[in-house]
């Protein structure tokens, strides 16, 4: 049981270059989300997912856009990328409770980001 | 909207010492509060939740916290910490009629042999 996969792991980047994160969960969970954290700053949400097909912004979102058209895959994208973006990026997933709110989270190992 | 304080940004303790990371939070309702830990260069790990019934919590690797509604806060304690527990530590909250959590900025916890 892999639970939360993200690739690639390190990626170094250009300004202005586009680039792709693919996080995949094999745990058959309905939420999935995207942070980044940065140091002194904890983990803040760009993006996440409430179910397949739907997507929703976090505190973070600008500069990121996010897909779901699989139930156990996110994938965020970076169409042009600014050095305000290095950072280290991690998924998560987890299954909604009653009510609408999120259990417990699942994290990946993390990607770790640099843009020159 | 919630928020979540942790106010150390830094704790050094020596092994087999007592530790205790504090959180506070600021949620009107009854929030679900959670504790993760970080080692370097890995994901976040589950310490443990509290979403409702008895305030004082058991979790993995020997930790514990205590809700106290009257305080905000969901401290986390250890009664002899081993040189392993050095790591990053983050609160996090979430409530209900929301679909995701908000995590403090983070303690990092050195241990000294």
């Known amino acids: 049981n892999a639970g939360v996969t993200q690739t690639p792991k390190f990626r170094v980047l250009k300004t202005g270059q586009s680039m792709t994160l693919l996080c995949a969960q094999d745990?058959?969970?309905?939420?999935m989300y995207w942070y980044r954290q940065d140091p002194g700053m904890g983990l803040r949400l760009i993006h996440y997912?409430?179910?397949?097909?739907?997507?929703a912004k976090g505190e973070v979102p600008d500069g990121y856009n996010v897909s779901r058209l699989k139930k156990q895959n996110f994938l965020l994208g970076l169409e042009s990328a600014a050095p305000s973006q290095t950072s280290v990026y991690f998924c998560?997933?987890?299954?909604?409770?009653?009510?609408?709110?999120?259990?417990?989270?699942?994290f990946g190992e993390g990607s770790r980001l640099t843009v020159l | 909207a919630q928020s979540v304080t942790q106010p150390d940004i830094h704790i050094t303790v020596s092994e087999g010492a007592s530790l205790e990371l504090r959180c506070n939070y600021s949620y009107g309702a009854t929030p679900y509060l959670f504790w993760y830990v970080q080692s370097p260069g890995q994901g976040l790990q589950l310490l443990l939740k509290?979403?409702?019934?008895?305030?004082l919590v058991q979790g993995i690797k020997g930790f514990e916290a205590e809700f106290k509604r009257s305080q905000s806060s969901f401290n986390l304690r250890k009664p002899s910490v081993h040189w392993s527990d050095a790591a990053e530590y983050f609160c996090?909250?979430?409530?209900?009629?929301?679909?995701?959590?908000?995590f403090g900025t983070g303690t990092r916890l050195q241990v000294f042999p």
């Open positions: 996090a909250v979430g409530a209900g009629g929301t679909d995701k959590l908000i």
């Open positions: 997912s409430v179910g397949e097909g739907t997507t």
């Open positions: 745990m058959n969970h309905e939420y």
């Open positions: 998560a997933s987890s299954v909604p409770l009653q009510g609408r709110r999120t259990g417990e989270l699942f």
């Open positions: 509290y979403f409702s019934g008895d305030t």
